[in-house]
């Protein structure tokens, strides 16, 4: 199984990025995948995630409303669209999977057994 994230970068605040994590070894709609994000000096975060069976969603609140999780089984892929940028929405962001889980416990990085490296995004004027 392996993971890749990407499509990070710089961006002013109000701005939109999409990040992509590519699976491969990974059947998407088999496996519940999350999205995590770290600061400088923070722990890891969830921010959003999907759960395999039945595609149950979770946002974090500090995201709600401008984050997007979506799944593209045929391109083995899961997208985070991200808009209305905040600077403190800076920090490498990963993507993760595993293939069991339940919502609840999805939004903690101790759930996943596979990771992705990071990507970095940075929000700043």
């Known amino acids: 199984v392996q993971l890749q994230a990407f499509g990070g970068g710089l961006v002013q605040p109000g701005g939109s990025l999409r990040l992509t994590c590519a699976t491969s070894?990974?059947?998407?709609?088999?496996?519940?995948t999350g999205w995590f994000r770290q600061a400088p000096g923070k722990e890891r975060e969830g921010v959003s995630c999907?759960?395999?069976?039945?595609?149950?969603?979770f946002y974090a609140d500090s995201v709600k409303g401008r984050f997007t999780i979506t799944r593209d089984n045929a391109k083995k892929t899961v997208y985070l669209q991200m808009d209305s940028l905040k600077p403190e929405d800076t920090g490498v962001y990963y993507c993760?999977?595993?293939?069991?889980?339940?919502?609840?416990?999805?939004?903690?990085?101790?759930?996943?057994?596979?990771w992705g490296q990071g990507t970095l995004v940075t929000v700043s004027s």
């Open positions: 070894g990974v059947t998407p709609d088999h496996y519940a």
């Open positions: 993760a999977a595993t293939p069991r889980g339940i919502l609840s416990t999805l939004r903690i990085p101790s759930s996943y057994e596979h």
């Open positions: 999907i759960t395999n069976d039945d595609g149950m969603i």
